[in-house]
């Protein structure tokens, strides 16, 4: 029997719009005996059916899945997978000879709000963001088993840290299908360890890959400072794109232990390369003026909307203290992962910076998440990376 939730009046506008998101206030009532995670029909006040949806206790109310009036069976999960494979196909980022780590499904961007799966070689890792997207785990990995064949070894399952701390689900991470212990992907031809049970995110940051590779062009013969480096992908890159010094901080001796390996492991013995555990502030602070290439790519510094103003004063702080340091002629890469913090005013928190250093400023590109993290034309919420290329004078 279907479990149904009718909006109340007017409330069904957005979603002619396509917009994936119900929230709670647009919500009248609902029949049958709703649990988190579970299909909901969504209908008008009038009884005029609008969408189908996992339903979930918190300010957004139901993700939509389909505005069909459509099984949420086996059926869809495989349909929805292989045309996400297809995008990746037909962009250029699966099925290469030099690279084979990618996102396959990147929730509202793919019609599947609410699950993220990052391909590293054979090994799927599904993280979910919604209670529904955990209650169908087991669907969606027997569905991507039949959508990747053979190619598939393993589906490792991690969402201990994304779902909501109040369901209660007693989720753990682990292997759904296979296992693996190899953990080097390729990206554009260099090799990368991936943490993937332990790591940020899915353990790799993938979607900075073509920021990557820019990374590289502007590398030659210049000294490179990569911060808050992570697994170290930014300083790999300028390693190849012939950097004359690569430094990498991170105030994660976990993390500098990757970046050194990662370096190692495609660079042995390249003696260009050093790693520093320390604080990005504190290490700005201190040094002197060496460097004329910068990489600044934070952490989110706000995960929602009440620390947007702290997260506007960190970015402000943190592009000035670069501004100061960097040397003349210098190319600055400064990056916003917050969802919370738009592009306009993430760039209002970088020209606030520039004017405090007083220093000359020109952008040279705007960046943004690559082709396998698309942004649905009818949720912009799905825009989350924004970035500059700046030259200092």
């Known amino acids: 029997m279907k479990k149904l939730l009718y909006l109340k009046k007017g409330k069904e506008e957005s979603l002619k719009r396509y917009h994936p998101w119900i929230f709670s206030g647009a919500v009248h009532h609902t029949e049958g005996e709703l649990q988190e995670g579970d299909i909901v029909t969504v209908l008008t006040i009038d009884g005029e059916f609008v ?8 300010s957004i109310a139901v993700r939509v899945l389909s505005f069909l009036d459509e099984p949420i069976d086996r059926h869809f999960w495989e349909e929805r997978l292989r ?16 690279n084979n780590t990618f996102r396959l499904v990147h929730g509202e961007g793919d019609n599947l709000p609410g699950l993220v799966i990052d391909m590293y070689g054979p090994v799927a890792v599904m993280q979910a963001h ?7 785990r087991q669907d969606i990995a027997a569905a ?13 399952y991690k969402s201990e840290t994304t779902l909501p701390f109040k369901a209660s689900l007693g989720q753990e991470n682990g292997f759904l299908f296979g296992e693996s212990k190899e953990d080097v992907a390729l990206e554009n031809g260099l090799k990368f360890h991936i943490d993937w049970q332990k790591g940020q995110k899915t353990g790799f940051f993938v979607d900075q890959r073509d920021n990557r590779s820019l990374v590289e062009q ?16 930014f300083s790999v890159y300028s390693m190849r794109g012939g950097a004359k010094v690569v430094h990498s901080v991170d105030s994660s001796a976990k993390a500098v232990e990757l970046v050194n390996a990662n370096i190692e492991m495609n660079f042995p ?3 260009r390369h050093a790693a520093f555990v320390e604080d990005a502030f504190k290490y700005l602070e201190q040094m002197d003026r060496t460097y004329d290439l910068i990489i600044l790519d934070p952490p989110a510094f706000a995960k929602h909307k009440d620390a947007l103003k702290n997260a506007l004063r960190g970015y402000t702080k943190l592009n000035a203290k670069a501004f100061e340091k960097i040397l003349p002629g210098g190319i600055l890469f400064t990056f916003s992962c917050s969802q919370a913090v738009n592009k306009d005013q993430f760039r209002t928190a970088v020209f606030t910076a520039a004017a405090i250093s007083h220093r000359r400023v020109r952008i040279l590109h705007q960046l943004h998440q690559p082709a396998d993290h698309p942004i649905n034309i009818y949720h912009p919420e799905g825009e989350y990376l924004k970035g500059l290329v700046l030259y200092v004078e």
Request: hydrophobic letters at 40%.
């Open 51 to 58: 969408a189908v949806g996992h339903w979930q206790i918190g």
């Open 83 to 98: 045309m996400a494979l297809s995008v990746r196909v037909r962009v250029g980022v699966a099925d290469c000879q030099n």
């Open 130 to 136: 919604s209670v529904g997207m955990h209650v169908c």
């Open 144 to 156: 991507l088993l039949s959508v990747m064949g053979d190619h598939l070894k393993a589906i490792y």
């Open 218 to 233: 502007y590398s030659k013969d210049r000294s490179v400072l990569n911060m808050f480096c992570y697994t170290g992908g």
């Open 269 to 271: 013995g390249d003696t």
